[in-house]
Every structure is written in C-alpha cells, then in structure tokens.
C-alpha cells in the first residue's frame, strides 16, 4: 500500500539534545523520502531528503537514514533549538504514484529552553 | 529556488458559494501540480492531480464535481470549491515539481489558502 506511519506524534526535549522520529512504509518500490518542518499557518518546507540509492544523508544539524530492507526512515535533529520547534512531516512517493508525495501523520516537536 | 505562489492567502465565504483558489508556478514549468487539504493539527492529504492540458486525476472520497480542477497553462492551476459548506472550511495547499528538471524530485509548495465558510 501506499500508507506511511510517522511516530510519535508529539515529542519534546530539552534545548541541545537530540530529537528522533520515525516513519515506517509499506511500499518497497519507494524511491523518494523527504522530511518537511510546518509552521504553524504555513506551507511546508523541504529540510532534507533522500533516494532509496542512499542510506544516510547529513546536512549540518538534521540528518536522515533509510534503511530499505525494513521500509523506515528517521529524521535525526541534534544541538536542537527553539527554533526547531515545528511539525515534521515524513513522506514517500510510492510507486506508480504520477509523482505525488504521501506524508505521515506529523510529528509536533517541542523544544523546551 | 522554485517559487510556488497561491492566491488568495485567505478568503471567507458564505455557505453555498463558490471560490477559486489559483496556484502558480512563478520560474519553472510544471506540468503537474497537486492540490493538498489540511484540517487542524492533521496531516496533508492529496485531494487531486492537476495535469496540464488533461482532466485532474482525483483521490478516492474528493468529489469531482465539487472540486473543479482547471490547469490550462504550465504555470497555472486553478482550484474552485463550488457550493461550499462549513466543512469545506480547511487549509488549501497545492505543490509543483519542476518538468524541465529532470532528476528534481522536489516538490515545491505554494504558501496555502485558508477558506473559512460561514
């Protein structure tokens, strides 16, 4: 199917340390896994992305590993900041899909000072 | 980057009219945009498929006749909730992907349109 699991839906950490969530995908012909981070009221912005050729991807604080025999993915936050504080969305493009994204259910991440 | 914009950012409307949300694509082509809705504190979800020059593909429950999709140019899609329903009232979001970028699976979204119906 087309459906991805997003967990947990809320989260919350202190200031510095590391946020974690994971998305979980049925579809193993998936090649596409972006993360958006939601303002409130907002549109949602690309923070970084990976293809099924790769298994991990860095950019500065945020970080994302996929590994596709289990069909998940996690976005990694480290040194978090208040400014971090958003919905996080997971995605996929399943296959056949005309190229349209399915997103998980959202992540509201805290980040307390 | 590619720029998505949406217009109008908010509209309200009374109960059994019509409104018309456009959504452009403003220094890209894109033969494909996607129409999203989100209700409060909920995820995306695909309403439809907005193919260029062609009939919009719709998501199993969106009502056809309801949700008239109109993608007359590469730049332009147009979405119109006719008779709407406080029901209808949700945030409107579309997105497009980059035609002339092969590779590019980025979708680039638009800044969304608040519709409340009283």
């Known amino acids: 199917g087309e459906n991805v699991e997003q967990h947990p839906s809320t989260l919350s950490v202190q200031e510095g340390d590391s946020a974690v969530i994971k998305c979980t995908y049925s579809?193993?012909?998936?090649?596409?896994f972006p993360w958006y981070k939601q303002e409130l009221g907002k549109r949602p912005q690309l923070i970084i992305d990976i293809r099924s050729n790769v298994g991990e991807k860095k950019d500065q604080r945020i970080a994302v590993t996929l590994n596709k025999t289990a069909k998940h993915f996690s976005l990694h936050i480290t040194e978090t900041q208040p400014e971090d504080s958003a919905v996080y969305f997971c995605?996929?493009?399943?296959?056949?899909?005309?190229?349209?994204?399915?997103f998980g259910s959202g992540t509201q991440l805290t980040v307390l000072p | 980057g590619a720029v998505v914009s949406q217009h109008p950012s908010w509209v309200i409307c009374k109960s059994g009219t019509s409104v018309k949300i456009e959504c452009r694509s403003l220094d890209f082509q894109a033969t494909t945009m996607f129409w999203y809705r989100q209700f409060p504190k909920q995820s995306l979800m695909l309403m439809a498929t907005?193919?260029?020059?062609?009939?919009?593909?719709?998501e199993q429950g969106v009502e056809k006749d309801k949700f008239l999709i109109n993608h007359a140019s590469l730049t332009l899609s147009t979405l119109t909730v006719t008779s709407a329903h406080p029901e209808d009232s949700s945030f409107y979001i579309c997105?497009?992907?980059?035609?002339?970028?092969?590779?590019?699976?980025?979708?680039?979204f638009g800044p969304g349109t608040r519709l409340t119906v009283t």
């Open positions: 995605a996929h493009r399943p296959s056949g899909s005309a190229r349209q994204l399915t």
């Open positions: 997105s497009a992907r980059d035609s002339g970028a092969a590779g590019n699976h980025e979708q680039y």
């Open positions: 579809d193993s012909a998936s090649n596409y």
């Open positions: 907005s193919n260029e020059g062609s009939k919009a593909t719709y």
